[in-house]
T-cell receptor, first 116, second 113 residues
């Protein structure tokens, strides 16, 4: 049963600390997305990769957030330094894109980040 | 830019009843996909059903079916014989040519015993 995995499931950290979230997309998927979910803003797209190349990170605060795909099996989202307003659930999703699939995205279980 | 609107923030139904969740969207594209995702208290986002805009036939998945009205840009989800496990947030999403999904704000459904 193929699924997207994310680590850690929960993270509590102090303001100013670096946070790294990891995602393993479904094998064979060529698109990867990072979302942030809060009660106020709902689901926000932070970054999007196709074939490991970043295509859109316009939703991401560039001064503190960075997203990378070191290889096809790993995507990372880093926050440095973290702030209390970064507290949210962060989701990774993967898909086959429109060329190979129907555009649907499959989500990981999310990382709940709390910055004190 | 595409927008997705879920006008009902919350609904509750009794177990075994049928419930319809509404969604409207706005786009100038002609070839696109629409999705319903479910997010139970576990927070996992689960794909419930998808509809291709070029197909006139409404998609169905077991107890879940959609009423897709392309001209009206409406995409509602019908849940038949609702179960306690259907209690969740439900999100409507639009997928156009860019591969990104545009999500609605979500609707909280509670199924009562």
């Amino acid at each position: 049963d193929a699924r997207v995995t994310q680590t850690p499931r929960d993270k509590v950290t102090e303001m100013g600390q670096e946070v790294t979230m990891r995602c393993q997309p479904i094998l064979g998927h060529n698109t990867v997305f990072w979302y942030r979910q809060t009660m106020m803003q709902g689901l926000e797209l932070l970054a999007y990769f196709r074939n490991r190349a970043p295509l859109d990170d316009s939703g991401m605060p560039k001064d503190r957030f960075s997203a990378e795909m070191p290889d096809a099996t790993l995507a990372t989202l880093k926050i440095q330094p973290s702030e209390p307003r970064d507290s949210a659930v962060y989701f990774c999703a993967s898909g086959l894109g429109r060329t190979s699939g129907g555009g649907e995205q499959f989500f990981g279980p999310g990382t709940r980040l709390t910055v004190l | 830019a595409q927008t997705v609107t879920q006008s009902q923030p919350e609904m509750s139904v009794q177990e075994a009843e049928t419930v319809t969740l509404s969604c409207t969207y706005d786009t100038s594209e002609n070839n696109y996909y629409l999705f319903w995702y479910k997010q139970p208290p576990s927070r996992q986002m689960i794909l419930v059903i998808r509809q291709e805009a070029y197909k006139q036939q409404n998609a169905t998945e077991n107890r879940f079916s959609v009423n897709f009205q392309k001209a009206a840009k409406s995409f509602s989800l019908k849940i038949s014989d609702s179960q306690l496990g259907d209690t969740a947030m439900y999100f409507c999403a639009f997928g156009g040519g860019s591969e990104k999904l545009v999500f609605g704000k979500g609707m909280k459904l509670t199924v009562n015993p």
